[in-house]
């Protein structure tokens, strides 16, 4: 959240008091910080009042325990629930606000950024970061960060290359059908307008994960080859985010794409796939220990001793 500038503060103070009254309250008692009384101002800055009070009541529930990112997050979402036409118009004047510009720095140096839609943001992140990692040769003096700036100049003023960036999308089904307006996320972002998921949503490049409006448990996939295509490894990456193991939390990057039941038993599937660590997969070959996956995505593991532990899938929609 960009901090209000000091003009801007006496607009906060008199929003919180007209209209955040349980906010102020919050502060006054020390359950909240007055960045997070912020957070809660700026968020809902675009909402009525009885739209920001609602946001405010449900924000107020968690903001207490969370960190200031989780609670912008948190709040993200509720005002796109609450006010998605709201959201939808805000979003398109703000797009219109596009621009790129420098910002002069000390000793020949300068800042160039751009301010743009997230979904061309990630995707220009996701590419840069490929880039650097794969312009790293043998005997590189330079760090990450320099590579990445360098990679912007190669690709800006002529050096050519073609890395495909992938993004996750995370989508409600019903609201990809028109049936509603809910929320999507992007991976690396957080929640974003009905309007935007559906436009990167019907775009080849991205990955569309379904999810289950209720539950928001991921939904399909399938398929009967042994060596898992690349759409299904990143689904069950997106999926289950660290290895299902109950307990470890070893993440995706340093977990194999395991089949629950060894191919062809089990079909090459996302209900008979999952992450598992390295020692987590090496334990599993043992026939004292037993891994199932009762419903795609969720596993139970018993020990040696008979007793089991279930791993519940984590929610597409982190709160
Ligand atoms: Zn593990």
Redesign the pocket.
Known sequence: VERPAAADRLALAERATDVLGASLDALESGAIDLYKLETICDVTSGLTPEQAREVEAKALTKAPEQTAASLCQRLRRLVLRADPEGAAQRAKARKEDRYAALIPDEDDMVKAYVYLCADKALAIKNRIDKLAVLSKVPGDQRTADQRRADVVCDLLLGGTSNVQAHLYVTAPITMLLGLDDQPGELAGYGPITAGLTREIAGDATWYRLLTDPQSGALLDFGTTTYRPPAALRRFVKARDK????PG???PAHR?DLDHTIAYPDGPTAHGNCGL??????RMKQHPDWNLTQPTPGTFVLTTPTGRNYTREPEPAYPN
């Open positions: 660290t290895c299902r193991t470890c939390m070893q977990c598992e660590c390295r020692r987590h997969h």
